[in-house]
């Protein structure tokens, strides 16, 4: 069964930085897009950003860009957002999720991890 | 930005009963639209894919259909673990976006 586990959330003041790491296991890391979706408390679901196969493509949502940061290391097996210059609206659970295969953009998210809680508090 | 606008918001239904969701688009996503199915405390899980093809595993009574603008969910017959909040969500175009959501609650 695919496993992905998100790690590195936390506690931290607005204006703060945090990486956020998810491992990859039990499928081909390398050949799937993978994208960050985060859930405010009690809110919906909310896409932040997408990353191609080999890193060449990324796209984000407008409130994230420029602060945020996603990347891979297919040798790794890992999926990573640096999150810098927080704000207190970005205090949600972030969900790392797989793309399905063979999608030019991605595809639909077909496997999903439980998610790391990032909380934005003075 | 696309938006998608899911009704009802709320759907109050008993077990062995037909739902049907709504989502629809504020511009033409084609068929690429999915489905999702979120529990209290868990991650999302998919559904439907690019409107109507069931995702691995998924049983026979949750459809979909639609095309353009409006889709439809479609859950035959209600079991006690399908009670959730359902999502769709479009990738014609980016940003990619979700819909606020349906949640299917027990009569």
């Known amino acids: 069964e695919v496993q992905l586990v998100e790690s590195g959330g936390g506690l931290v003041q607005p204006g703060g930085s945090l990486r956020l790491s998810c491992a990859a296991s039990?499928?081909?890391?390398?050949?799937?897009?993978m994208s960050w979706v985060r859930q405010a408390p009690g809110k919906g679901l909310e896409w932040v950003a997408n990353?191609?196969?080999?890193?060449?493509?990324?796209y984000y949502v407008d409130s994230v860009k420029g602060r945020f940061t996603i990347s891979r290391d297919n040798a790794k097996n890992s999926l990573y957002l640096q999150m810098n210059s927080l704000r207190a609206e970005d205090t949600a659970v972030y969900y790392c999720?797989?793309?399905?295969?063979?999608?030019?953009?991605?595809?639909?998210?077909?496997?999903w991890g439980q998610g790391t809680l990032v909380t934005v508090s003075s | 930005e696309i938006v998608l606008t899911q009704s009802p918001a709320t759907l109050s239904l008993s077990p062995g009963e037909r739902a049907t969701l709504s989502c629809r688009a504020s511009?033409?996503?084609?068929?690429?639209l999915a489905w999702y199915q979120q529990k209290p405390g868990q991650a999302p899980r998919l559904l439907i894919s690019?409107?109507?093809n069931r995702a691995t595993g998924i049983p026979a009574r949750f459809s979909g259909s639609g095309s353009g603008t409006d889709f439809t969910l479609t859950i035959s017959s209600l079991e006690p673990e399908d009670f959730a909040v359902y999502y769709c969500?479009?990738?014609?175009?980016?940003?990619?976006?979700f819909g606020g959501g349906t949640k299917v609650e027990i009569k």
């Open positions: 511009q033409s996503v084609s068929s690429y």
């Open positions: 999720a797989r793309g399905q295969l063979g999608m030019s953009d991605g595809g639909a998210f077909d496997y």
């Open positions: 990353i191609k196969e080999d890193g060449s493509e990324k």
């Open positions: 690019d409107a109507s």
């Open positions: 039990r499928f081909t890391f390398s050949i799937h897009w």
């Open positions: 969500q479009q990738r014609r175009d980016w940003p990619l976006t």
